[in-house]
């Protein structure tokens, strides 16, 4: 009896195991339509077909419906979708409902004198069955290949460049989940669409989706909206980019500074000079103090910190934009703690508000000089000479040995007529990718040429000094200077941001990204890396407090010696 009832009991274990095992394989093999969908999946999905619509869909990409409303609706209506069947007869009947698109036999055809930059072109979600059926994802590949062409109602082109237009406005205010939302999804599907960097940020443009999403849903005030917003434009990488936005200059910042200038460099700041304040108050810091902590924090750590919601290329790009932040506060003081003579002291620095700061005129600077008595080396400064100058300032430096160029700013425009002057002949400088309208997130290259056939070019060294404020025209200017037989660029690398750039709103808030795409003439890139000097220099502690130009210092030791 014991053996019979073991027996039973075995069988009734294998039979429950057997039930079990079906269990198990039937739910792996279940149809992903069954499966629950989290709200983050559901707005992913929607923010990319939104998008896609808006810009490739004829009827939509005419104007012919209020996209952001139609966008509004939808986000209430995920609220009752649970599920992959439901989601996808949601987008069926709305893309169905926008009216038929018509074949169009010019979409299928290739410009075959253009040379096309694919890195940034992925519509391959289209077709994602974990999350489409197919006949949605049939609605959208068809609307891929019979896109809209030609006009668009949310951009138009001049020349080569897109600016974007007929945006709705909702104010810089929180006001709702949706409204966010759709900023998010605005600003997210622009990326997506027209920036020529995309591929090169540090998380992939989808997971930044993904991952901004709960973010924005959990917004509540005007400020974490502002943040969120601000954390989103970094997520481009881009020292072109920024976020004006005045609650977080107030609040996030400060409104209160420490009247002081100062430099920086190896990962600490020193102060090249004290300010003045309107309550002829003391100041207790000294021209010469070497500043390592800021209210407990050192230097790197308040650029972390600050990092989160200032764009930049690269981490010498976001040192650049955050500088001039380590300084302010909301509080009426703030702790130092300093190097001076030796010693290290911990001060106790009242801050004040910028209109109690007392401005100071900067010293005067020369557009061109002679840098020695022989004259034998001229030097301009970039970032002041004018078109205008240029035929003077040639006249005095043609019969030079040397020329330097100071490209630590930013210049005038003056590319072009310097490249006639003193370059040898017509060369190829540049190569940019410029957006293709007809095929979004797809660009086109093409080589730019810059000077002319010119005997009499200039035949001295060409000596460029750059550093992080080299940006944008100035690389494009130091790449022209490039071109010269005995160029030679010295300093550090430069700011990495190149291309013109295209201005918007987003929340009613002023921003912008890089709009074309800059390479060296053979595709390497520029951006993110800039231009890397020929020599590296940069400056040091010790020498800014004995107030010398190391990088100008090298560039004539270069001239003087050759390496």
Not at 314 to 321: A, L, R
């Amino acid at each position: 009896m014991g053996l019979t009832f073991i027996f039973d009991h075995f069988n009734q274990l294998i039979s429950s195991m057997r039930i079990l095992f079906i269990f198990i394989l039937s739910f792996l093999n279940m149809p992903f339509s069954a499966q629950a969908l989290s709200e983050t999946q559901k707005l992913e999905s929607l923010g990319k077909v939104w998008g896609f619509l808006k810009y490739y869909h004829p009827h939509v990409a005419k104007g012919d419906f209020d996209w952001d409303e139609q966008l509004v609706q939808k986000i209430d209506e995920l609220d009752r979708i649970h599920d992959k069947a439901q989601l996808n007869e949601l987008y069926f009947r709305w893309i169905s409902s926008l009216g038929k698109v018509e074949d169009c036999p010019t979409c299928l055809k290739h410009d075959k004198e253009k040379v096309y930059f694919l890195k940034n072109f992925d519509l391959s979600w289209l077709s994602d069955n974990h999350l489409f059926d197919e006949k949605v994802s049939r609605q959208l590949l068809f609307i891929q290949n019979n896109r809209n062409l030609g006009g668009n109602h949310y951009f138009g082109s001049g020349g080569k460049k897109v600016y974007f237009r007929n945006e709705k406005s909702y104010g810089s205010k929180f006001t709702s989940k949706q409204i966010s939302l759709l900023e998010l999804f605005r600003y997210w599907n622009l990326v997506e669409y027209f920036f020529p960097y995309k591929y090169q940020t540090d998380e992939n443009w989808n997971d930044v989706l993904r991952e901004m999403i709960p973010k924005f849903i959990s917004i509540k005030s005007d400020e974490s909206y502002h943040l969120a917003l601000a954390e989103l434009v970094t997520k481009v990488d881009d020292s072109h980019a920024f976020l004006y936005s005045p609650i977080i200059n107030a609040y996030q910042y400060g409104r209160r500074k420490v009247p002081v200038e100062y430099a920086y460099a190896e990962g600490k700041l020193i102060i090249t000079q004290v300010i003045g304040n309107q309550l002829d108050e003391e100041n207790v810091l000294q021209a010469g103090d070497i500043i390592y902590d800021v209210n407990g924090r050192t230097i790197p750590q308040i650029v972390n910190s600050l990092g989160k919601y200032v764009p930049a290329s690269n981490s010498w790009g976001k040192i650049n934009k955050v500088k001039n932040l380590f300084l302010f506060s909301n509080n009426n003081s703030v702790t130092l703690k300093v190097e001076r003579n030796g010693e290290n002291l911990s001060l106790t620095v009242k801050t004040y508000l910028l209109k109690d700061i007392i401005g100071h005129k900067p010293a005067v600077q020369q557009k061109w000089k002679f840098l020695n008595a022989d004259k034998k080396t001229g030097y301009v400064n970039m970032g002041i000479i004018e078109k205008g100058d240029l035929d003077d300032m040639y006249r005095d430096f043609q019969y030079t040995t040397s020329i330097i160029f100071d490209l630590r700013n930013y210049p005038k425009l003056t590319i072009f007529p310097l490249s006639r002057m003193i370059l040898p002949e017509k060369s190829i400088y540049y190569q940019f990718n410029f957006p293709e309208t007809d095929y979004l997130s797809k660009f086109y290259t093409a080589k730019n040429s810059i000077g002319r056939k010119n005997p009499g070019y200039y035949k001295g060294n060409v000596v460029v000094l750059v550093d992080e404020n080299t940006q944008s025209q100035a690389e494009t200017t130091a790449m022209m200077f490039k071109q010269h037989p005995k160029a030679k660029v010295i300093g550090s690398n430069t700011s990495g941001a190149n291309g013109d750039i295209i201005r918007f709103k987003i929340a009613d808030l002023d921003t912008c990204f890089t709009g074309l795409g800059a390479y060296y003439p053979d595709g390497r890139e520029t951006q993110r890396i800039g231009i890397v000097p020929d020599i590296i220099i940069k400056p040091t502690l010790k020498g800014i407090g004995e107030g010398k130009d190391e990088v100008l210092e090298r560039a004539l030791l270069y001239i003087k010696t050759g390496f």
